[in-house]
């Protein structure tokens, strides 16, 4: 089991930067893929990114290709996004999630609430 908390969402102007981070609960956060997620209102829920369990792998969407990084620190039981160069069309509530697979979403089991951001034109 793996309880996840987000933070860092917020108000940003286009071209600006944030930086989310998402602590894990539990011992074996270690073990899991971790990745981004994120949902603007009236649309589906977009996979961003995702990092493997060691860090050594990472994957992105185009949409953030680029522009996004994705870190962990297994000591911290953390994972980080690294958003630059910011868009309108990055405004989305943004979710982690824990899971067994680096790039197959239903394997995401482990959800955190959520943190909006919101970029300004």
């Known amino acids: 089991q793996v309880q996840l908390v987000e933070s860092g969402g917020g108000l940003v102007q286009a071209g600006g930067s944030l930086r989310l981070s998402c602590a894990a609960s539990?011992?074996?956060?270690?073990?899991?893929?971790m990745g981004w997620f994120r949902q603007a209102p009236g649309k589906e829920r977009e996979f961003i990114t995702a990092i493997s369990w060691s860090g050594d792998s990472t994957w992105y969407a185009d949409s953030v290709k680029g522009r996004f990084t994705i870190s962990r620190d297994n000591a911290k039981n953390t994972v980080y996004l690294q958003m630059n160069s910011l868009k309108p069309e990055d405004t989305a509530v943004y979710y982690c999630?824990?899971?067994?697979?680096?790039?197959?979403?239903?394997?995401?089991?482990?959800w955190g609430q959520g943190t909006q951001v919101t970029v300004s034109s």
């Open positions: 539990g011992r074996t956060f270690s073990s899991y893929a």
């Open positions: 999630a824990a899971g067994t697979s680096l790039l197959v979403r239903s394997r995401y089991n482990y």
